[in-house]
């Protein structure tokens, strides 16, 4: 039986026969898992596929394990097929994937791997830094969640500032620290930041991530067995402890009493204790009075969501990112400028929207377009709604600041007259009105005054008018805007 596993090295003594870690198979699996997430309207049932993790090929099947009966039954029974076509859509060897139990595992199986819920982040920390290349000279794919690779503005330079301390070894007083914000704007970035680059410096300190959910899944299932001794040892004997989404333990009195012991653990030898949480210390709920007043007692600070120059920065960055893997992957600004206007989420969508493109390409084969962007789209955002007549004449009186007296008027200041032709061609290729019901909102008497506008911007355009085509792009995109309840 031949086994290729995600995680551990050495030959069991059984005899199986196992192959070098073939970590491009793990990483397909992330990307298959990305996709599909992508692709799919994000809810809290997603949370389920959090739990999941990569094991071993075995006689060329992939298999995931599940941490419980529970977690397995409710995967199989919502994401097995679209995770299925997923990882057919990104494995060239055309594998199928295996869901099961991880204490159904064979034994000699598990001895190899090790616990991966546990040993997660020291893999992800080799492959992020290059040493992910699997049996076949595969690179491992998927962006490393690093400094460089992290966009740094106004809404989170703070956090980027403290993380990068912590990484160096810096002196900080506060042994607890709290990182919050909404989710999707980066907390999981930033600690994963820290923890490659305290795992390059390599200077001796030790250190541990785990998510809040999954120290919750090991301590229920270790105390279920009588046994919390190792998830105990492995969080407690850290210089650098960093738990990721906090709220995932509210109201869990035994793990909270447990994570409160391992936070004590680590400050009481000096050591510090990275969390990032949804809520700001003081409006967290459901905390043990103990654990509430630890960290309302921490340095916090706050990761805001990130403004629109912010956003396509980001886009702009893991472009570059995916450009590596997909040399032909490159967006115009105006696409830029789209996906800005219409998925008003913060990194985390946007990537999304990202990956989902990257997909529709072929991963190569073929150039993003506009077209294939839209589609995307209205996959993530559901499909526009077609503007009124009178939303495109408000957001044109709003994005040139002239008032509506002035934009039905029959001025020929160009200040007035350029507005008012953009409102009519707008009105013209974003609806389906005629000519005269368009005349008839801006209080013309006949047709040929839109007919005219409509002519006049369209020349412009067939032209090549950079600056008018840019133009258009913003006032559309503005729109699009109001439609959204941004305006």
């Given at each position: ?12 003594a059984t ?5 070098n870690v ?6 397909l699996?992330s990307?298959?898992?990305?996709a599909?997430q992508?692709k ?7 949370q ?5 993790r ?12 599940a941490?419980?009966?529970?977690t397995?039954?409710?995967?199989i ?8 076509q997923a ?18 595992i064979?034994?000699d ?9 546990l040993?997660?982040?020291?893999f ?5 830094f290059?040493f992910?290349d699997g ?11 690093t ?10 330079a ?10 160096k ?5 506060a ?22 680059e305290t795992a ?14 999954e ?11 009588g046994?919390?001794s ?9 210089d650098?402890?960093?738990i990721?989404?906090l ?11 447990a ?6 653990a ?6 510090h204790v ?10 967290m ?10 960290i309302k007692?921490a340095?916090?600070?706050e ?8 956003r396509?920065?980001?886009i702009?960055r ?6 590596k ?5 490159a967006?115009t600004?105006?696409?830029v ?5 219409t998925?008003?989420?913060a ?20 150039a ?7 589609t ?6 559901g499909?526009?709604r077609?503007?009124?007549?009178d ?8 994005v040139y ?8 008027s029959?001025?020929k200041v160009?200040?007035?007259c350029?507005?008012?032709q ?7 290729v ?12 801006y209080?013309k008497k006949?047709h ?19 600056d ?20």
């Open positions: 039986m031949g086994l290729t596993y995600g995680v551990g090295e050495q030959k069991p005899g199986v026969n196992v192959r073939h970590l491009g198979a793990k990483a699996w990307k298959s898992l990305e599909m992508a799919t309207t994000p809810d809290n049932s997603q389920w596929l959090t739990d999941l990569f094991v071993a090929e075995v006689n060329n099947a992939i298999v995931v394990a941490p419980d009966q529970l397995l039954d409710r995967v029974a919502s994401f097995e097929r679209p995770l299925q990882w057919q859509d990104v494995d060239p060897k055309r594998r199928k994937l295996k869901f099961e139990l991880w204490s159904r064979p034994a199986v598990r001895d190899v791997v090790g616990d991966p819920w040993n997660e982040s020291a992800e920390a080799d492959a992020e290059g992910a049996e076949d000279g595969e690179a491992a794919i998927g962006h490393a969640m400094f460089s690779t992290l966009v740094t503005g106004p809404s989170n703070r956090a980027v500032g403290l993380g990068k301390r912590l990484a070894g810096a002196p900080i007083p042994g607890v620290i709290v990182i919050y914000g909404e989710p999707g704007t980066g907390k999981t970035h930033i600690l994963k930041a820290v923890e490659a390059r410096k390599d200077d001796g300190r030790r250190l541990a991530y785990i998510s809040a959910e120290f919750m899944t090991r301590f229920v299932n270790d105390a279920r067995a046994d919390t190792a998830l105990q040892s492995y969080v407690k004997q850290n650098l402890l960093m990721d989404d709220h995932w333990i509210a109201g869990k009195a035994k793990t909270d009493k994570f409160f012991g391992a936070l004590r680590v400050t009481s030898m000096g050591g990275i969390i990032t949480a949804d809520a700001a210390p003081g409006d709920v459901g905390l043990s009075k103990e654990l509430a007043g630890e007692g340095a916090s600070v990761v805001a969501m990130p403004d629109d120059e912010m396509k920065a980001i702009r893991h472009v570059e990112l995916i450009a893997d997909t040399p032909n992957f967006l600004d105006a696409m400028d789209r996906i800005v206007a998925i008003r989420g990194g985390r969508e946007l990537c999304g929207v990202l990956w989902s493109l990257q997909l529709e390409t072929g991963y190569g084969e073929l993003p377009t506009p077209e294939m962007l839209e995307v789209i209205r996959r993530i955002a499909e526009p077609t503007p009124t007549l939303e495109i004449k408000r957001t044109c009186m709003d600041r002239i008032s509506k007296t002035d934009i039905e029959s001025s160009r200040t007035i350029h507005p008012r953009v409102a009519m061609y707008l009105s013209r974003m609806t389906d009105k005629s000519f005269p019901q368009i005349a008839t909102a209080k006949d040929t005054t839109v007919l005219h506008a409509y002519r006049k911007i369209k020349q412009a355009l067939d032209k090549g008018d950079r008018m085509s840019d133009e258009i792009e913003r006032v559309k995109n503005a729109v699009f805007d109001r439609l959204a309840g941004h305006d």
